[in-house]
């Protein structure tokens, strides 16, 4: 995919937990057409920064531009309403609902009922096992569907962006490699993507960029296939 202007800017992100320094100047950018990986081991401060972009916490300082626009300080409902959209960890979905009223919901700041009725056929043909599943309550799924319902469900948002918080966390490998073909087509299919993963094998396998997260700062970024191939980056994070 050809990459454009840049999306998403994150410069000098910084957030406190108290006394506890979380992150401690993050700055990296996504472009339009990109999919970017975060990685990192558990309490590096993946999750902590993408809450920080979408305002879900206070940052300390720091700026975080989309499409050109500071929203550093917006609600986080508005910045859902500019497309900036979060699947986040453990996945949330509304389980007393059916997966079709999941799925609305997802398109609640939209008024274009025929672009609605688009995103929802197209949903529809990435998870094929939603469909079939449409009026059963989403907490009766199994938790690699309850992962696509909470996909599928920010797509419904139409995001210009969508920021992924571990999609793979406790599938087992067959559904992880299903998840991870998705968020391919995904991408392919227009949207800009910024992975949080553990899983930082499958992460690069997928990403044109990657960024490393340690104690809150980033230590090392460059091109995925690069990452990969380094031998500090092997030793820690991929079992080499």
């Known amino acids: 995919m050809s990459m454009g202007s840049v999306l998403l800017e994150v410069s000098d992100l910084t957030v406190h937990y108290g006394a506890i320094q979380a992150l401690r100047g993050i700055s990296f950018e996504v472009a339009q057409g990109e999919i970017i990986t975060l990685i990192g081991s558990n309490g590096a401060g993946k999750t902590t920064t993408l809450h920080a972009i979408s305002n879900i916490i206070k940052k300390t300082r720091g700026t975080v531009r989309f499409e050109g626009v500071d929203i550093s300080t917006l609600p986080p409902d508005r910045i859902v309403a500019s497309r900036l959209i979060q699947v986040p960890e453990g996945r949330r979905i509304f389980a007393n609902l059916t997966v079709g009223d999941n799925l609305e ?76 073909a998705i968020i391919r087509r995904i991408n392919e299919a227009g949207t800009t993507i910024l992975l949080v993963e553990q899983n930082a094998f499958k992460a690069l396998g997928l990403a044109v960029r990657a960024y490393i997260l340690e104690t809150g700062q980033v230590i090392k970024s460059g091109p995925a296939q690069d990452l990969m191939g380094d031998p500090t980056v092997k030793a820690a994070y991929l079992g080499g």
């Open 105 to 180: 919901m997802g398109a609640y700041t939209r008024r274009d009922k025929g672009g609605i009725k688009q995103d929802l056929a197209m949903v529809y043909g990435l998870f094929p096992r939603l469909k079939e599943r449409i009026r059963q309550a989403a907490g009766t799924l199994s938790g690699g569907e309850q992962q696509m319902l909470a996909m599928g469900r920010a797509l419904m948002a139409s995001p210009r962006l969508l920021l992924l918080d571990e999609p793979s966390m406790g599938l087992a490998p067959i559904l992880v490699d299903e998840i991870f």
